[in-house]
């Protein structure tokens, strides 16, 4: 299942500008810092964020619920990374890899865990943390 596209640019000018007050450090939740690839521009997405490992380093993974046509998606691909800012502390996050949600399911840890498992979206990002 994806979202619809028409809910994606609601967020963008709606919902994201306030969630960016609490999103860096509520539970499940997240702010990823990126780069404009094109414009140079810095960005701050609210994102839901699960915790992962990545063969024995720790990561993050985040459910694609717009599908992976996403900007900040392309922007942290074409950079390499990005910074996580979770529960108040910022974090450096590499090595974007998209995957189906069943690939992603293994490496995620936590309590959330659960959550991310019953979650009806299909694809997922995991990056490690730099």
Known sequence: MQ???????????VTNPVQRL??????????LEHVGRRSG???RTPLTVFSASVDGHDAVAILLTYGPDRDWLK?????GG???R??????SVVDPQ??????????IRGLMRPLFAVLPFEQAVV????
Do not use: C, E
């Not at 979202?3 to 000018?13: D, E, I």
């Open 98 to 107: 998209v995957m189906t949600k069943a690939q992603a399911k293994p490496a």
């Open 86 to 91: 979770r529960y108040g502390r910022s974090f």
């Open 3 to 13: 979202l619809p596209q028409w809910l994606a640019r609601f967020n963008r000018h």
């Open 127 to 130: 990056l490690r943390r730099g």
């Open 41 to 43: 521009r810095r960005y």
């Open 22 to 31: 609490w999103a860096g450090w509520a539970p499940t939740m997240g702010i």
């Open 82 to 84: 990005g910074t996580m």
């Open 75 to 79: 922007n942290i691909t074409a950079a």
